[in-house]
């Protein structure tokens, strides 16, 4: 199967937000929005074979000292392409194509061993633990919002 991966384009949103969330748990546009993602797409013509969402954050690799990185997470590919090579495929795309935006790729794992973690370990990527920035859905009570801020304000 010849796929075409490549980077989110803008007017895609919507339908890459329906493939990935009929794989898992859902996330709204406003959430999308909010973490300023992106994504790495697999597509045969209009349809999505493959999407990896990925957020651009800072990470803390020392005190006072921080890098460009994309968080990866999800790794979404469908039910006919499964077991074709999609999903590393894109991930090994994925660097080609930020790798003038961020010094590194992580992903959101908590040390877990599944089929899923173990795809990321043969890709290269590790466990790491200290983000500069949060995500809190409906902060304070407030309806309709998510709000971007620093780990500190989440305590």
């Not at 954050?57 to 499964?82: D, Q, T």
């Not at 795309?93 to 990321?120: I, L, M, Q, W």
């Not at 290269?124 to 780990?151: A, F, L, Q, R, T």
């Amino acid at each position: 199967m010849k796929l075409n991966i490549r980077e989110l384009k803008l007017n895609e949103t919507e339908q890459m937000l329906n493939f990935r969330n009929s794989i898992f748990s859902p996330i709204s546009r406003l959430h999308w929005d909010a973490t300023q993602s992106t994504a790495i797409v697999a597509k045969k013509g209009n349809v999505f074979f493959g999407a990896i969402p990925m957020q651009p954050r800072k990470l803390i690799i020392k005190p006072g000292i921080s890098i460009p990185v994309m968080f990866e997470n999800a790794v979404g590919v469908s039910k006919k392409a499964r077991g074709l090579g999609v999903g590393s495929k894109m991930i090994n795309d994925a660097a080609d194509f930020f790798k003038k935006r961020v010094d590194a790729f992580c992903v959101y794992r908590s040390g877990e061993r599944s089929p899923g973690y173990r795809f990321y370990r043969k890709t290269m990527h590790g466990d790491i633990y200290h983000v500069s920035g949060m995500i809190i859905s409906n902060p304070k009570g407030n309806n309709n919002c998510v709000e971007v801020c620093d780990w500190k304000e989440t305590i």
